[in-house]
């Protein structure tokens, strides 16, 4: 994992399969994103091709602290996410909630634009 700083905005990119063996690390990334005080954060999950529960659970987690700290906080699945990952999010109803955008760019407009509640 990843991060990237894009000014005010935090991205914190996930690549390759994650599963309850990977989550405490993305937990702590998400953590240490939250911590850093940024206006926003965006996960990019666009490198990703796998995701179990636990991840779900972390990411819904760090959405918490968000509305906690009244920062943006959204996911990115790319412009081609890998089918999986992108199905996980659409059948447990996750796409509305954190929100999950496409691109890049409205990942970040996004997280600067909102608190992660509104």
């Known amino acids: 994992m990843l991060d990237d ?19 405490p690390a993305l937990r702590d990334r998400l953590d240490e994103a939250m ?12 490198g990703a091709t796998f995701l179990d529960s636990s991840i779900l659970g972390g990411l819904l987690e760090a959405r918490r602290q968000a509305i906690e700290r009244s920062m943006g906080y959204v996911v ?5 996410p890998e089918p999986g990952v992108a199905r996980i999010l659409e059948i447990t109803g996750l796409v509305p909630v954190f929100p999950v955008v496409r691109s890049h760019e ?8 909102a608190p992660a509640d509104a």
């Open 106 to 113: 409205d990942a970040l407009d996004a997280a600067r634009s």
């Open 35 to 46: 911590a850093a005080g940024p206006v926003g954060v965006v996960v990019d999950l666009s």
């Open 76 to 80: 990115c699945l790319g412009e081609d």
């Open 5 to 23: 700083s894009h000014g005010d905005v935090l991205l914190v990119v996930v690549r390759g399969e994650h599963d309850i063996y990977t989550a």
